[in-house]
Nanobody
Framework: QVQVLESGGGSVQAGGSMRLSCTTSGLNFDDYGIGWFRQAPGKEREGVSCITWNRNEYYAPSVRGRFTISRNFAEKTVYLQMDTLKPEDTAMYYC?????????????????????????WGQGTHVTVSP
């Protein structure tokens, strides 16, 4: 069964840190880019960060310099280290996978946070940042 599973959410005070994990199974990890997205109540889902198979990274401007994405091939897991958290980071966080052949092999060397490109989604993990 092909799936991605998020973990690591919880509650933290502003200025604190948290690490989210996205563990994959049933897919060839090397063939997929992984993205992190989030959705706050009443808002649309937005992209946070993504990473290609060869570790090229992209960050949304709102998290650049505070969040770090990484991937561990042995564990088939992608991590999102979140530092200097702010109350506006409060949301449900989702990880999703995109095959590198998507959109004419775009994801072979780059990634972007286009929700419609990602085909395998997790159930999400909630992050709450209190003032």
């Amino acid at each position: 069964q092909v799936q991605v599973l998020e973990s690591g959410g919880g509650s933290v005070q502003a200025g604190g840190s948290m690490r989210l994990s996205c563990t994959t199974s049933g897919l060839n990890f090397d063939d997929y880019g992984i993205g992190w997205f989030r959705q706050a109540p009443g808002k649309e889902r937005e992209g946070v960060s993504c990473i290609t198979w060869n570790r090229n990274e992209y960050y949304a401007p709102s998290v650049r310099g505070r969040f770090t994405i990484s991937r561990n091939f042995a564990e088939k897991t992608v991590y999102l280290q979140m530092d200097t958290l702010k109350p506006e980071d409060t949301a449900m966080y989702y990880c999703a996978a995109v095959h590198y052949t998507t959109d004419g092999y775009y994801y072979r060397t780059m990634c972007r946070l286009d929700v419609s490109d990602y085909t395998i989604w997790g159930q999400g993990t909630h992050v709450t940042v209190s003032p």
